[in-house]
């Protein structure tokens, strides 16, 4: 975030991870903000408990180490997009990968958020939406967008978003219930 307030997303975090991750490089706090934007429970724990926990060892530990690669892997590539993809294959991404971390596609977002998270002017979302609805990918209103075409909208989007599903999708497993755990 800037001085000016301006923000840019550089990661999104589902079920499969959490939000703090400088107190486990005992960093004593984030130079970054965190939103929490779908519904749902956002549990917390204090950051000394979660050290010392990380610190024996274990599961944890390996559990932690691999989030934060796939954190490392979402903000490179992230990056990367806002440099050089053009902004509708950006929200097809970006689409893309919220709803995979929220595990639906049907996502609450509005216009001015989907703006900030994209570094770009809300009339530019406005067109970029607009050309997705036209092409049957998405459904648009009032800060409710549906993912109507999977396929379409994966053909739409940069090579980000499969970069980064790749990553996922080797360190995290689905189980039968389409719920994703840790590979450990």
């Known amino acids: 975030m800037t001085e000016k307030g301006e923000t840019v997303e550089v990661g999104l975090i589902g079920r499969e991870g959490f939000a703090g ?6 960093q004593p706090q984030m130079s970054h903000l965190v939103l929490m934007q779908g519904a749902g429970e956002g549990l917390r724990i204090k950051s000394s408990i979660m050290l010392d926990e990380f610190l024996r060892g274990g599961m944890l530990q390996r559990i932690a180490h691999r989030f934060a690669y796939l954190q490392l892997v979402q903000i490179t590539q992230s990056v990367l997009c806002n440099r050089v993809h053009e902004v509708e294959a950006r929200l097809a991404r970006w689409l893309l990968t919220s709803a995979d971390r929220m595990e639906s596609d049907s996502l609450h977002l509005t216009q001015e958020f989907l703006a900030q998270m994209l570094g770009v002017q809300r009339s ?49 497993k689905e189980d039968s219930n389409g719920s994703f755990s840790y590979v450990v």
């Open 124 to 172: 530019t979302v406005t067109v970029a939406a607009g050309s997705l609805q036209s092409q049957g990918l998405i459904g648009y209103s009032r800060g409710r967008i549906d993912i109507l075409n999977r396929p379409g909208l994966v053909g739409v989007s940069c090579e980000c978003y499969r970069i980064v599903l790749t990553s996922y999708q080797r360190i995290l």
């Open 21 to 26: 991750l400088p107190a486990l490089l005992e």
